[in-house]
């Protein structure tokens, strides 16, 4: 985790007159130990799994300072649980292709469409600040060998996965 992160959170809990926990910081490293992104519960299931005796409640309420303090991005990669993405710090303009078959989520940055998007944002009389593009697609691997490893480790892990579209 980048000590840039823990440094502009500490400023943040100072301005809302909050302290720092052993808990709230356990949960914080844990939000932040990889790129993957996750939801409320997949990082208490983190939590618990690494014994930091944080309760739901402190994750959950953890989550909100980092999504409020902008370090933190909630996104839609379909179903019906928020997702978290803890990689927007480093790649501000990074964009997701979801797989509609087995779950699989992909992170891509292309600097046409950052140019498309500044273009039009501008034409249309605005400043871009962010962009997040979601793309849906179909997983190529199933279509093409018809099977796919992500979907039957999706299965195992009991995940949910987006609905299909079609």
Do not use: W
Request: glycine residues 4%; aromatic residues 6%.
């Amino acid at each position: 985790m980048d000590d840039a992160v823990l440094e502009k959170l500490d400023n943040f809990i100072r301005q809302k007159g909050l302290r720092r926990t052993p808990q709230r910081d356990a949960v914080v490293r844990l939000a932040f130990a990889s790129d993957e992104h996750f939801t409320s519960e997949e990082l208490f299931d983190r939590v618990r799994k690494n014994n930091v005796g944080a309760s739901r409640a402190t994750v959950y309420r953890t989550i909100s300072l980092l999504v409020e303090a902008d370090l933190l991005h909630e996104i839609d990669l379909g179903g019906d649980q928020t997702t978290y993405d803890p990689n927007f710090n480093d790649k501000p303009s990074h964009n997701h292709l979801v797989c509609i078959d087995c779950g699989k989520v992909v992170e891509f940055e292309d600097s046409h469409l950052e140019l498309l998007n500044d273009c039009m944002t501008r034409r249309l009389g605005f400043q871009p600040v962010r962009q997040s593009i979601k793309i849906e697609a179909c997983c190529e691997q199933l279509r093409t060998k018809g099977s796919c490893p992500n979907l039957i480790q999706a299965r195992i892990n009991s995940k949910r996965l987006p609905g299909k579209k079609r």
